[in-house]
Nanobody, 121 residues
Framework: QVQLVESGGGLVQAGGSLRLSCAAS????????MGWFRQAPGKEREFVAY????????YYADSAKGRFTISRDNAKNTVYLQMNSLKPEDTAVYYC??????????????WGQGTQVTVSS
């Protein structure tokens, strides 16, 4: 079992940047693929990005490509989401998630509580 705690959300103007962090408990963090998801008001939760256990492979939703970067520091049991050139439509609660095996856009086993990101126009 792994517990996930996100931080780093907040209010930012359009065009600004934020870096989200997700700290994980446990001693096998590097064995989990990690993903970021978001859910805007009135919408379903959607995939944003994932990284494999080693961090050597990453994948992004089209909405995140070129603006967001997912990375991880396995020594610190932490995964990050650097978000640049933020737009009002990026406003959402952002969740990190861990997957026991494999990697992909779905199939995650553990979820954090979320952190609010609000982008003002």
């Amino acid at each position: 079992q792994v517990q996930l705690v996100e931080s780093g959300g907040g209010l930012v103007q359009a065009g600004g940047s934020l870096r989200l962090s997700c700290a994980a408990s446990g001693r096998t963090f590097s064995s989990y693929a990690m993903g970021w998801f978001r859910q805007a008001p009135g919408k379903e939760r959607e995939f944003v990005a994932y990284t494999t256990g080693s961090g050597s492979n990453t994948y992004y939703a089209d909405s995140a490509k070129g603006r967001f970067t997912i990375s991880r520091d396995n020594a610190k049991n932490t995964v990050y989401l650097q978000m640049n050139s933020l737009k009002p439509e990026d406003t959402a609660v952002y969740y990190c998630a861990a997957r026991n095996s494999g990697f992909g856009r779905s199939g995650y086993d553990y979820w954090g509580q979320g952190t609010q990101v609000t982008v003002s126009s």
